[in-house]
Nanobody, 128 residues
C-alpha cells in the first residue's frame, strides 16, 4: 500500500514559478514510476509528466515541455514538479500517482488507469 500526499499548490501570477511535492509512504518507493496528472474544471484529466523509479527517464506532455520539470528524491520518498513560466491554462487540480514499474520498463504511462495509487490533489491557480 502506498499513500501519496501532495503539497505546494496555490495562487500564482502568470509567468511565475511554483513547485509541487508529493510525499509517498512505503519502503519501496524507488520501484514505483511516478507521474503528475492534472484536471481543469470541465475538462478530462490529462497527463503532465512521468518519471521512472530511478529518475533516469522522464516524459512530458507537449503542453508543458520546456516549462515543467519532474524529479524525485528516493531517499526522501518524494517526487517534485517544478513549474516555470506558468500560464492561466495551467490552472487545474494536480495529482500525483504511482505505478509499480514492470521489470525492465520505465514504468510510467500517460494513461491514468494504469496507476495503482493516487494522491488527493492540490489546486494550482494561475492569474493572468
Amino acid at each position: 500500500q502506498v499513500q501519496l500526499v501532495e503539497s505546494g499548490g496555490g495562487l500564482v501570477q502568470g509567468g511565475g514559478p511554483l513547485r509541487l511535492s508529493c510525499a509517498a509512504s512505503g519502503r519501496t518507493f524507488s520501484t514505483y514510476a511516478m507521474c503528475w496528472f492534472r484536471q481543469a474544471p470541465g475538462k478530462e484529466r490529462e497527463f503532465v509528466a512521468g518519471i521512472s523509479g530511478s529518475g533516469g527517464s522522464t516524459l512530458y506532455a507537449d503542453s508543458v515541455k520546456g516549462r515543467f520539470t519532474i524529479s524525485r528524491d528516493n531517499a526522501k520518498d518524494t517526487v517534485y514538479l517544478q513549474m516555470n513560466s506558468l500560464k492561466p491554462e495551467d490552472t487545474a487540480v494536480y495529482s500525483c500517482a504511482a505505478r509499480k514499474a514492470p521489470r525492465g520498463s520505465v514504468g510510467y504511462s500517460t494513461r491514468g488507469n494504469q496507476y495503482d495509487y493516487w494522491g488527493q490533489g492540490t489546486q494550482v491557480s494561475i492569474s493572468s
